[in-house]
Every structure is written in structure tokens, then in C-alpha cells.
């Protein structure tokens, strides 16, 4: 995971042709209205006429990146997560299979449950929508609709929250299929909204205070299972008396 | 069942507890006939290696009869006699189907502990901390053992437990070590340490052409194994300085390889070995690597420093500079198992290995807190000790 990554975000385009147009003609009046003025008021709006021009130059919203928006044209997802706000997590694993073995399983989404123990279930609300709920410590549930902003078979899937999520989140995977070689590395870019209130809270049970942790986790038992048919696991094998201090550390974990 | 359970630093039990149970499709429960205390089991009940867990079952050299199969392993039935290797491995993975099998990419479910401490992790062993998945051992009744139609070898009933139990990691250790100092015919292999690993590997040695073998320990019993069972040579390291003594003894060139039988708690004379002693009381130390010194210290240029002794964390004043100068040439690691066990019982079948001999003790599990203690403080001459489960001799 790499925490305040600034990846791409100043040389990304997320705002349409015909809004950088309108934001760049906004902008150059305001800062020709503001100067003329020469007054405190007449530099602010300057300023503000500034940021509007530069935000039609450069064609990048910041306010938009940090919630994985992009109407731009190009319409990458890789660079509708690059934005400065949010945590980002960014975890990759290699896969023993062929790419588009690996991307068929993880595009039915509704089986994404067997492979990811946290999430609850996954049910397709149309096309390229889902509901997804996720349980965690507590038993306590979270819920967020989610549709698909980008698919490119054997390469990619991007998605982002909808609606009025308990999440507001936005992310990729990647497939590479390595050269020469039948694997597949597979890279997950997600990045979250910090705004706080329930989101912020919901999001850091579910993630824990390392948020890759939890994704590595999850890439971990998807490889195993797609590798081997199963998950290693020790839950419920045979153990001599243990002590109160791993009961006590199983009860944080 | 009964197992043999840690409890903390010199502190190991037999206790009751629930029999194992089948938790993966590809799991096998196996009922133990014969299992063996390893020198690596000494580094746990000394507390040198980190991430125990009190209640945790001990155990990575067993054997024994399949009595429950999960419902997707293909390869093993109820009734079969098996030896199970200690490395666990899952046979679909990258590393596994390079026949690397000890770095397997999928059996240790505490990968993010191993990737911690070694930035990735390697496979999940039996019976050998949380760092490699806390799987319980086979010093019990019954084990259960994950990935089973990949590891565990089947048995003929011509040979004895006894003479494949140590196709369970010893003997392929042993071998694997003298494979790794890739031996040409007439070469002098120095291999310190005259455990049951070292002993497996000065046979190996000559097994695989060496013309010398020379034997460094300071144990009379287990040089005299090594000298009148297997042929080497010896420097009791008590009363040589064993670097001018190979020197001397292989005319001024050094040992064309050497092995490092001993690992993370060399127990050496001299005084770097002190210091680190002082250092890993301390905390201040994970490893006392004073056998590693000597080995790349004493090995002849452009020679090979082959290292199965098990080490585990930062190991402090490695002559780094010697190993560069002379060109040395350095391999190590957990056994890659499945590469050796059925050519190794190919031999013991045909009459050309028998390992039982570094066999000294036999106790019933019952008694095997006692094993413990008399092989930890290697009296009454012992070198290798086997239990049985469900002998109820006591």
C-alpha cells in the first residue's frame, strides 16, 4: 500500500472536452473582471478565475479525482483513482493462469464472496450494477452499490460507488499476463473517501488501520484457491491447553 | 488424542486433547506410527525462534497409516502407509512446479508474518511456529496433514518405519546439502556439526563422489559415528583450531566445500561464539552464526559454502569480505522434500542407504518431555531419537 501516493493526478485528464472549454472561457473573464476592479474582492475572483483556467488547461479536477469521478473522454479508471485525497491502496500478486482465466473469475462478481471472506454477498442489480454487503467484526454489516466504469476483457475491471454508499470508494484490477510465461500478475488500485461520519468509520473497521493489509489478504486466498481448489488454513486443528494471552490476542485480531 | 505440546523456553508436555479433524478437501488425518525429536525441534524449546504459541503441537519428522481422506484428494486411501515430508506443499503453484518446493507460494497461511520478517514468505512447515503457519506437529497420536496428495510418499511394506521415518526431512536435508556443493569426483567436502544432518550428510558426500569427508564437533559420540560409520575424517573443535587444521590437512588449499550442519545456535569455543551468546541473552542478536564464520572463512577459493543449519533473522559479523574475495559460492534453504524422497527410498529399497543408524534412543510418547531433555543436553550418548505414539510401554 502506498499511503498520500500523488500518482498521475497533476497530468491526468477527468473533466470533459466541452467543460474544459466552458471552464477556461469562465475563468479568463473572471480574472480579467477581478483585475479591472483592483480591489481585495476583484484578486479573489481573479484567483478563482486562475484555478478555473487551469482547470481547463490541464483538463484535471481535483474535487473530481478525489472521488474517482471522471467524464473525461479518455475515460481511464487507472487515472480516475489518481487523485491527492483518499487512501489509496495499491497491492498486486502473481497468479499461476493464464490472464483471461483469471479475469473470468474475478468479472462474476457474485462469486467474489467464496474467494474474499469479508464480503457477504454480491447480487447484479442490472447490467453493470451490483449491491454488495460486507460483514466484518461485530457482525455488524455495510452496504454499497457499486457499477462497472470500465471493462476491457483480460485487462481490466474499474468500478466506483454509487448512490449514497456506506463507502465511497473507487477501484481497479489489472491483468497482466507475463510475457513468455502462462501467469498473471493482477493489480488492485482502490482508493477510498476519508470525508468523515459514517463512511470514514465504516471503512476503517472494515480495513483495519492498514487497509492493504486486508486487500493483500484477500489476493492471497484468491490465488490459493484458483491455484490449489482451497484455502490453507489452521482454523479448528488440534492444540494443547493455551494460554490467556491468545485468547486475548485472537479476540483482537 | 496425546501429543507433545509447547508451553514456553524448556517447557514441553504431553497433553489430551480432542483428536485432529479433516479441514480442507485435499487433508488426509494420519494415524502416527513413528515419529522423531529433530535438532531444528531443540532451537523452539530454547526459544530462539519467534512467533510460538503455548498449546502449539511439536512434530515435523512422522510417519504413518491414512484413516480419514478428505473429499478431494485422489492420490491417498484409508489404509495407505505413508511418510510425510516436513516442508508442506501445494504442487499448483510457480515455485512448486519448478520443483522448489519448500518455497511454496500458497501452503503458509501466516504469509504476512514470513513476508515481514523475509519480504516473502516460503511454505508452511508441521510443528514449527506461527512464521510457517502453525500447523500442529506429528509428535501426537494423529496429525493432520494438509496438501497430502502432493508431500507424503507411499511405503512398501518391505522396509521398516525406521528405515524411511527419516526421508521426513533429515535425510533429504543431509543429501540436498551434499547436492548443493556440487562435488567432483576426489573433492574434500568439510561439514560441520555431527548431528543426524550432518551424519546423513557425510554419507551423501561420499554418495555423490566426494574423496574426503572431515566431521567438526566436539561431542566424542556423534565424531566417533562420523569417523567409524561414515568415513570421515575429524577435527574436535575442543581441542584444534579447526581452520589451521584443515588448512594443514587439505595441504594449504582449504575444503573445496563446506557445510554449516549446526544453523542459528552454534554452541563454538571461541570467541566470537561468546560474544554472540551474550548478544542473543540480551536480545540483541537473533542468530549466533559463529559455525557460518568459520565455514566461509575456511573454504578454499572459488569453493562452495552449503548451509542446511536453520537460520532465521540479522546475523551480525559475516566475513562478507572473505566470502567476496575468494569467490565463494553460497546455497542454503529448507529441503526441496519431493525431489529426493522417492529416489532416496529407490536406494534404501535396494540396500544402499539405511539411515536408522544414527538412531540411539526409542521412548514411547508418553516419555517424550524426558526425550527432550536428554537430547537437548545430549547425554547418554544420544544423537537421534524416535517415539512411538501408541506404544503404551512405559
Not at chain 2, 484409508?78 to 518455497?103: H, M, N, Q, Y
Not at chain 2, 536453520?310 to 569467490?327: C, R
Not at chain 2, 546455497?331 to 529416489?343: A, D
Amino acid at each position: 500500500m502506498k499511503k498520500n501516493e500523488v500518482a498521475m493526478s497533476a497530468h491526468t485528464v477527468n473533466i470533459s472536452e466541452t467543460e474544459r472549454w466552458l471552464s477556461s472561457i469562465a475563468g479568463a473573464a473572471m480574472i480579467l473582471s477581478g483585475l479591472k476592479q483592483r480591489s481585495v474582492g476583484g484578486a479573489l475572483r481573479a484567483a478563482s478565475g486562475a484555478a478555473l483556467l487551469t482547470r481547463g488547461a490541464s483538463g484535471y479536477c481535483p474535487a473530481y479525482a478525489s472521488v474517482g469521478r471522471s467524464y473525461s473522454r479518455i475515460y481511464d479508471t487507472r487515472e480516475a483513482l489518481g487523485g491527492r485525497c483518499g487512501v489509496h491502496v495499491d497491492e498486486s500478486i502473481t497468479i499461476n493462469r493464464p490472464a483471461a482465466d483469471v479475469w473470468a473469475i474475478w468479472r462474476d462478481f457474485e462469486s467474489l464472496p467464496n474467494y474474499i471472506p469479508s464480503l457477504k454477498s454480491v447480487t447484479r442489480t442490472d447490467a453493470t450494477r451490483f449491491h454488495w454487503e460486507a460483514i466484518g467484526p461485530g457482525r455488524r454489516s455495510i452496504a454499497w452499490d457499486a457499477e462497472i466504469l470500465n471493462e476491457i476483457p483480460n485487462e481490466l475491471i474499474a468500478w466506483r460507488t454509487i448512490g449514497e454508499p456506506d463507502v465511497v470508494s473507487a477501484g481497479s484490477v489489472r491483468f497482466v499476463q507475463s510475457k513468455g510465461r502462462g501467469d498473471t500478475q493482477v493489480h488492485v488500485r482502490l482508493q477510498y473517501e476519508p470525508a468523515g461520519g459514517k463512511s470514514t468509520a465504516a471503512i476503517a473497521w472494515l480495513f483495519g488501520k492498514e487497509p492493504g493489509q486486508l486487500i493483500r489478504a484477500g489476493l492471497r486466498r484468491f490465488k490459493a484457491i484458483i491455484e490449489t481448489g482451497e484455502a490453507p488454513t489452521t482454523a479448528g486443528q488440534a492444540h494443547g491447553k493455551r494460554s490467556l494471552l491468545h485468547y486475548a490476542q485472537r479476540s483482537h485480531a | 488424542m496425546r501429543a507433545l505440546v509447547w508451553h514456553g523456553k524448556n517447557d514441553v508436555r504431553v497433553e489430551q486433547m480432542p483428536d485432529p479433524k479433516i479441514l480442507n478437501p485435499r487433508d488426509v488425518i494420519l494415524r502416527v506410527t513413528t515419529t522423531a525429536i529433530c535438532g531444528s525441534d531443540l532451537h523452539l524449546v530454547n526459544g530462539v525462534i519467534p512467533s510460538m504459541q503455548a498449546g502449539d503441537i511439536l512434530g515435523h519428522e512422522f510417519m504413518g497409516e491414512v484413516v480419514e481422506v478428505g473429499k478431494e484428494n485422489q492420490k491417498l486411501k484409508v489404509g495407505d502407509r505413508v511418510v510425510v515430508p516436513f516442508t508442506i506443499a501445494c504442487g499448483g503453484c510457480f515455485f512448486c512446479e519448478k520443483a522448489l518446493w519448500s518455497l511454496c507460494d500458497n501452503s503458509n497461511p501466516n504469509a504476512w508474518m514470513a513476508e515481514k520478517l523475509w519480504g516473502y514468505s516460503t511454505s508452511g512447515l508441521f510443528g514449527y511456529s506461527h512464521l510457517t503457519g502453525g500447523y500442529a506437529g506429528g509428535q501426537a497420536e494423529y496429525v493432520r496433514v494438509p496438501y497430502s496428495d502432493v508431500g507424503p510418499l507411499k511405503i512398501p511394506a518391505s522396509v521398516t518405519d525406521e528405515q524411511v521415518l527419516f526421508l521426513s526431512d533429515i535425510l533429504p536435508t543431509g543429501y540436498q546439502a551434499a547436492e548443493n556443493c556440487d562435488i567432483q569426483p576426489g573433492d574434500t567436502v568439510a561439514v560441520w556439526g555431527c548431528g543426524p544432518v550432518g551424519q546423513m550428510a557425510i554419507r551423501s558426500a561420499f554418495l555423490l563422489g566426494a574423496g574426503r569427508v572431515i566431521a567438526i564437533d566436539n561431542v566424542c559420540e556423534r565424531l566417533e559415528m562420523a569417523r567409524d560409520r561414515n568415513g570421515a575424517e575429524t577435527i574436535d573443535f575442543s581441542h584444534q583450531d579447526v581452520f589451521d587444521r584443515l588448512k594443514t590437512i587439505t595441504g594449504g588449499r582449504g575444503p573445496d566445500s563446506c557445510i554449516d550442519a549446526v544453523g542459528l545456535e552454534s554452541h563454538g569455543g571461541s570467541f566470537d561464539a561468546y560474544v554472540d551468546k551474550a548478544k542473543m541473552a540480551l536480545y540483541l542478536a537473533t542468530d549466533r552464526p559463529s559455525v557460518l564464520r568459520q565455514a566461509i572463512h575456511a573454504c578454499r577459493k572459488g569453493g562452495v559454502v552449503s548451509v542446511p543449519g536453520v537460520y532465521g533473522g540479522f546475523l551480525d559479523k559475516v566475513p562478507f569480505g572473505a566470502a567476496f574475495q575468494k569467490g565463494l559460492t553460497f546455497k542454503m534453504g529448507q529441503t526441496h522434500m519431493m525431489r529426493y524422497m522417492q529416489p532416496l527410498l529407490e536406494r534404501i529399497e535396494r540396500g544402499e542407504l539405511d539411515p536408522s543408524f544414527v538412531i540411539t534412543h526409542r521412548f514411547p510418547l508418553a516419555r517424550a518431555a524426558e526425550a527432550y531433555d536428554l537430547f537437548g543436553r545430549k547425554q547418554d550418548g544420544c544423537i537421534k531419537v524416535v517415539m512411538k505414539p501408541h506404544d503404551l510401554v512405559h
